[in-house]
């Protein structure tokens, strides 16, 4: 276990110290992009999910490239769920490209029955594990914030305090490691305070609060496709 440890604690400061800049990814031919997440990704795959739209607009900007963009989304995934089936969803795909949108169950559950939520630490610790694995296998990395658990923009939906702290894990987590950062987070309360007067709890750019809408899986798509060139 010691020998494991130090064997991870080597590749996290490689990749610290010459790992990728968070600069704009290139499409080459035969880009392979998986989305790593739990159920709003599970949904993307949908006609009108985000990662449909993001396929679309792509191979559509790049006909004839081969582009392959694989949706491995899993509903009520949490970080320690993306550890256990990280080889199996993502490194065996071999990919170009991993997208991780994940946060919202380690928050959400700790305020359903029956579940439980992710620590901090664990948190942290895990997107850590993930990110240097998928990096030393020579993929890059864009890490998603957390959007949203209730879409009133004022502060106050109940758990927007400690998605804001899960959130801020992730933006450190993706600076430390040289991951690109997606702040769906900003993103979303910047839209939210133009598009929803109301305040409404939902129905904007999600159908309950959480699950996606066409217009949210609208915007993230848009979101993750302004970091291809």
Not at 163 to 168: K, S
Request: some cysteine; charged content about 20%.
């Amino acid at each position: 276990m010691r020998i494991l440890k130090n064997i991870f604690a080597t590749l996290v400061l490689m990749i610290i110290l010459g790992g990728c800049s968070g600069s704009r990814l290139s499409i080459q031919n035969g880009t392979r992009i998986v989305f790593f997440g739990d159920s709003i990704t599970e949904l993307g795959v949908k006609p009108n999910g985000y990662v449909t739209i993001v396929r679309e607009k792509l191979t559509s900007l790049h006909p004839g490239f081969g582009i392959e963009v694989i949706g491995a989304g899993v509903s009520g995934n949490k970080v320690p769920d993306l550890q256990q089936r990280l080889v199996r969803d993502v490194m065996n795909r071999k990919p170009s490209v991993v997208v991780i949108y994940i946060g919202i169950n380690d928050v959400w559950h700790w305020t359903l029955n029956n579940l439980k939520g992710t620590s901090k630490v664990d948190y942290e610790a895990g997107l850590r594990e993930i990110i240097a694995r998928i990096q030393y296998s020579g993929a890059s990395v864009i890490l998603c914030t957390p959007s949203v658990i209730g879409e009133k923009h004022d502060g106050s939906n109940p758990q927007d305090q400690m998605l804001e702290e899960y959130a801020a894990i992730s933006r450190t987590v993706a600076k430390s490691l040289g991951a690109t950062l997606c702040d769906l987070r900003k993103a979303f309360h910047s839209y939210l305070v133009v598009h929803n007067p109301g305040n409404r709890r939902e129905g904007i750019l999600t159908y309950d609060g959480v699950h996606l809408s066409d217009a949210g899986n609208e915007l993230v798509a848009n979101e993750v496709l302004k970091y291809f060139k």
